[in-house]
């Protein structure tokens, strides 16, 4: 029997790449995004079969026609890895664009973690492996200068540690975490107006080791020992002082 995977935000960057990966493996892979065009031609490059979802996730409607291609499917691995961030002074920038990244990056992301942990378990025998992307973002007190963007993604973190700790207190062989990577390069600057002022890890590194450790069950995943380790003094240090830090990184992005 085919083995699935489903990864939101394929026409693009991280996404794509864990299509890439997964096919790989021999997994069939459902492919969702808005650019059905860009699917498409991501379809002819992947070593297993796929179908295309074409899906606006900052609507339920988008999201239940994702949940209606599991159906009848054995999908064993979920990548909810469609998002995107913004720049600037919360007070300027964009009411109507953070409220769409709040649709895609926490709405959506909380949709498919209960409905995708139910099909686990009415469908798979609890069986199965949910990835949120959430990001380093998500791991730090604040992000002064992308406001909204380190709040969403400080969301998934804590939804995704919530109900991994219920899982296992529950001794659920489902596996849920978070992948929580520092810049990557992608086309996410383009989206969110910024320029990294850190070096990015390539998208088939940092997919590469999410993989590893996905399939190893570790909760929180950081690629990179830059990133572990800004990680890690960001949480020993307080936020009067880890904030200020974030801020003028942020700030440098504006340009
Ligand atoms: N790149 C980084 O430095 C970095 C670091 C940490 C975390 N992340 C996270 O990684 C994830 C992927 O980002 P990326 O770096 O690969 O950026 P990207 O290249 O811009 O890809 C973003 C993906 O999200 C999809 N998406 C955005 N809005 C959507 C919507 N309304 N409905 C459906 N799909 C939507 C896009 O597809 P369509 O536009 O075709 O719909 C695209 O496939 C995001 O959650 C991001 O926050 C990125």
């Known amino acids: 029997m085919s083995k699935y995977a489903v990864i939101t935000g394929a026409s693009s960057g991280i996404g794509a790449e864990f299509a890439r ?5 021999g997994y069939e892979t459902i492919l969702v995004a808005r650019r059905a065009d860009r699917l498409r031609s991501l379809q ?13 996730l900052s609507v339920r409607s988008g999201c239940m026609r994702v949940m209606d291609a599991l159906e009848d499917r054995n999908v064993e691995v979920f990548i909810n890895c469609a998002g995107f961030g913004d720049c600037g002074k919360f007070i300027e920038t964009d009411e109507e664009k953070e409220s769409s990244m709040v649709d895609v990056n926490i709405k959506a ?4 973690t209960k409905r995708v942990l139910k099909y686990f378990k ?13 990001s380093s973002a998500g791991l730090l007190p604040a992000g002064p200068y992308m406001a909204t963007y380190y709040a969403t993604k400080a969301y998934v973190t804590s939804l995704t ?7 296992k207190q529950d001794k659920s062989p489902v596996y849920v975490g978070c992948l929580c990577p520092g810049p990557v390069n992608t086309e996410f600057n383009d989206v969110a107006n910024v320029s990294f002022t ?3 890890i390539s998208a088939e590194a940092c997919v590469s080791y999410a993989i590893k450790k996905m399939f190893q069950k570790k909760t929180v995943i950081v690629p990179s020992l830059r990133m572990r380790a800004a990680v890690t003094a960001g949480r020993l240090l307080p936020p ?3 904030i200020p830090i974030t801020a003028r990184q942020q700030k440098k992005k504006l340009g």
Do not use: I
Not at 44 to 56: Q, Y
């Open 21 to 25: 990966q997964l096919s790989a493996m």
């Open 44 to 56: 002819d490059e992947l070593a297993a079969p796929s179908k295309v979802v074409e899906a606006d």
């Open 109 to 112: 992301v909380h949709f498919f």
């Open 122 to 134: 009415e469908e798979r025998q609890g069986k199965g492996y949910l990835l949120n992307v959430a």
């Open 161 to 167: 540690r919530a109900v991994s700790y219920e899982m």
């Open 198 to 200: 850190l070096p990015g």
């Open 240 to 242: 009067c002082v880890s």
